[in-house]
């Protein structure tokens, strides 16, 4: 699976739009972006996916690059239960998700 | 609806004493299963996954070892605990061979003391 590259931490104001980057220079065709948070104690939670297109679903919008080589994880209008750890994931579909380091966002009033 | 369950949430267990965590899922056949890992501070490992009953996969060598006696569940085992196993026990399940992600357990917070 391909690598991926996030910031290790971010602030957010509350009601801000949180705009959270991945790079994956090396991520092959047939590759999905993943997109999971976890809050203190508790299991990840899947947030969104995407192969090629822009994504968005209730919770967020996943903003790919044309060269699908870094993404962008949206929450539109952040909240102080939105701060957490968001990792970016690049999986071939059937293969086992690998986590990294993730982005510890800071969501502040 | 599919629903994953874990159980205990928390666990304080002495050195030496055996471990058995317990995760099952519902509303779904044939899942994939995976046992992830997360020491204090330190990101997910992944410890075993299972594409089907009796079929497992070990990721790293370890005082652990894991099993699938049915379907829908899956077992976490240790004959002898460590000092080195304690921390944030996750169970997932995935669709076989589909695109979308993974659902995961709310967890055990085991401490080996």
Same mark, same amino acid.
């Given at each position: 699976?391909?690598?991926?590259?996030?910031?290790?931490?971010?602030?957010?104001?509350?009601?801000?739009?949180?705009?959270?980057?991945?790079?994956?220079?090396?991520?092959?065709?047939?590759?999905?972006?993943?997109?999971?948070?976890?809050?203190?104690?508790? =299991?990840?939670?899947?947030?969104?996916?995407?192969?090629?297109?822009?994504?968005?679903?209730?919770?967020?919008?996943?903003?790919?690059?044309?060269?699908?080589?870094?993404?962008?994880?949206?929450?539109?209008?952040?909240?102080?239960?939105?701060?957490?750890?968001?990792?970016?994931?690049?999986?071939?579909?059937?293969?086992?998700?690998?986590?990294? =380091?993730?982005?510890?966002?800071?969501?502040?009033? | 609806?599919?629903?994953?369950?874990?159980?205990?949430?928390?666990?304080?267990?002495?050195?030496?004493?055996?471990?058995?965590? @317990? &995760?099952? !899922? @519902?509303?779904?056949?044939?899942?994939?299963? *995976?046992?992830? %890992?997360?020491?204090?501070?330190?990101?997910?490992?992944?410890?075993?996954?299972? $594409?089907?009953?009796?079929?497992?996969?070990? @990721? $790293?060598?370890?005082?652990?070892?894991?099993? %699938?006696?049915?379907? %829908?569940?899956?077992?976490? +085992?240790?004959?002898?605990?460590?000092?080195?196993?304690?921390?944030?026990?996750? &169970?997932?399940?995935? !669709?076989?061979?589909? /695109?979308?992600? *993974? /659902?995961?357990? +709310?967890?055990? %917070?085991? /401490?080996? !003391?």
């Amino acid at each position: 699976d391909a690598k991926t590259t996030q910031p290790p931490s971010m602030d957010c104001a509350e009601g801000r739009a949180a705009n959270l980057p991945c790079n994956h220079s090396t991520i092959s065709g047939n590759e999905y972006v993943y997109w999971y948070r976890q809050i203190h104690s508790q =299991g990840p939670q899947y947030i969104i996916h995407g192969l090629k297109n822009n994504e968005t679903n209730e919770m967020a919008s996943l903003i790919i690059t044309e060269d699908r080589k870094s993404s962008t994880l949206i929450l539109p209008h952040a909240t102080l239960r939105d701060t957490a750890v968001y990792y970016c994931i690049v999986n071939n579909a059937g293969n086992m998700l690998t986590f990294g =380091g993730g982005t510890r966002l800071m969501v502040k009033p | 609806s599919q629903t994953i369950h874990q159980w205990p949430a928390t666990l304080v267990q002495p050195v030496g004493s055996p471990l058995s965590l @317990e &995760c099952t !899922v @519902e509303g779904t056949s044939n899942p994939n299963l *995976y046992w992830y %890992r997360q020491a204090a501070g330190r990101g997910l490992q992944l410890l075993f996954y299972s $594409v089907g009953i009796g079929q497992i996969s070990s @990721e $790293v060598p370890q005082n652990l070892s894991a099993s %699938r006696p049915q379907d %829908r569940q899956f077992i976490l +085992s240790s004959k002898k605990l460590l000092l080195s196993d304690s921390g944030f026990y996750l &169970c997932a399940w995935s !669709v076989l061979g589909g /695109t979308g992600g *993974y /659902t995961f357990g +709310s967890g055990t %917070r085991l /401490t080996v !003391v």
